[in-house]
């Protein structure tokens, strides 16, 4: 993948994050259905839940943005819709899981040349010279 | 480095959000909360509110009787199961049938025995019936 594609990836799904992440910090009540049964047995109310989830997606996808830690990030997002896939299933479930797969190819692959990760990489090697 | 100064700004960011979340989301606001909206609607309702506790009379109770709008009566406390509909493990039928009525029976023949049933539940209570 070269270095374009990598920084479309980047920005389109940070900006995904983000939307759905900023959706559930205001409107909570809107997504506790989307909630797995089991939650309903921790000790944390569902809205509670609701915006944490949100907003830890809120800061990975700024993370995302600003390219810190872009493969790590990427991982975890990736791995956390894939769980919301197998959760949630059918149609929507294949499209998370897409969708999922599409941020787990930037955790497979370098740090495009617009991150912080390629910046500090570069001033390293600079040092080292 | 630049990259590591922004990945500790971005933590603690999270950290105080999640504090901010934990704090403003606490059960006991779901009290408060009910108690805001009860008082609004003081005048047209036969709400009585005695200090830092919510008392709800039946019939106030049955005005949130739709699976969006769900209270119902437990053994004597309120509760807004409103959240609790899509998220209840045996369908959310069963929830329905409870919304806006006295669902003690209901709740004791289900879940009489189980721990983890009422600790679920007391998380939802908003009040006390009067």
Known sequence: ?129 | MYRNKVAIGLAVIFILGLAYIVYAGRPVNNVKLANQSANNQASSTELVNQGSVNYFSLTEVAGHSSSSDCWSVVGGSVYDLSSWVSRHPGGAKAIISMCGRDSSDSFNNQHGSSKKAKAALILLKIGELK
């Open chain 1, 1 to 129: 993948m070269n270095d374009k594609s990598r920084q479309i990836l980047r920005y389109s799904l940070a900006g995904m994050f983000f939307w759905f992440a900023w959706q559930q910090l205001l409107s909570p009540s809107e997504w506790v259905g989307f909630l797995p049964t089991w939650t309903g047995y921790l000790p944390i109310p569902a809205e509670m839940l609701v915006q944490v989830n949100g907003w830890l997606e809120s800061v990975l996808a700024l993370a995302l943005l600003a390219g810190v830690f872009v493969r790590p990030v990427s991982l975890i997002l990736g791995l956390h819709l894939v769980a919301i896939a197998w959760e949630v299933s059918g149609a929507i479930g294949v499209r998370d899981l897409a969708l999922a797969l599409s941020i787990i190819a930037l955790a497979v692959s370098s740090a495009d040349s617009w991150t912080l990760d390629y910046l500090s990489k570069q001033s390293q090697e600079k040092i080292s010279d």
